[in-house]
Nanobody
Framework: QAQVEESGGGLVQAGGSLRLSCAAS????????MGWYRQVPGKQRELVAR???????NYADFVRGRFTISTDNMKNTVALQMNNLEPEDTGVYYC????????????WGQGTQVTVSS
């Protein structure tokens, strides 16, 4: 069964750092990109960062150089290093494995809570 699992969320003070990790099941084929979305209170789910298997990265404007996404294509894993966290970054962070259409739909993780205290 295709699935992704996140880890690394938690509570941190403003200015601190967290590293989120995500692993897609190795049996999942056709993955062409992985990424992170977040849902903060009162807002819709939004893209944080995304990386393709070719290494092309996209970041949301609010990242402003604070976060770095990286991936290991051979292991279907993706990590998000978050530095200089702000209280506005508080929310649930979701990992996504994007698959080419012929191999099935995209797969979301269950989400991991990130809380930044002021």
């Amino acid at each position: 069964q295709a699935q992704v699992e996140e880890s690394g969320g938690g509570l941190v003070q403003a200015g601190g750092s967290l590293r989120l990790s995500c692993a897609a099941s190795r049996r999942m084929i056709g993955v062409h990109a992985m990424g992170w979305y977040r849902q903060v209170p009162g807002k819709q789910r939004e893209l944080v960062a995304r990386i393709t298997t070719d290494g092309i990265k996209n970041y949301a404007d609010f990242v402003r150089g604070r976060f770095t996404i990286s991936t290991d294509n051979m292991k279907n894993t993706v990590a998000l290093q978050m530095n200089n966290l702000e209280p506005e970054d508080t929310g649930v962070y979701y990992c996504i494995a994007e698959r080419r259409t012929a191999f099935g739909s995209n797969v979301w993780g269950q989400g991991t809570q990130v809380t930044v205290s002021s």
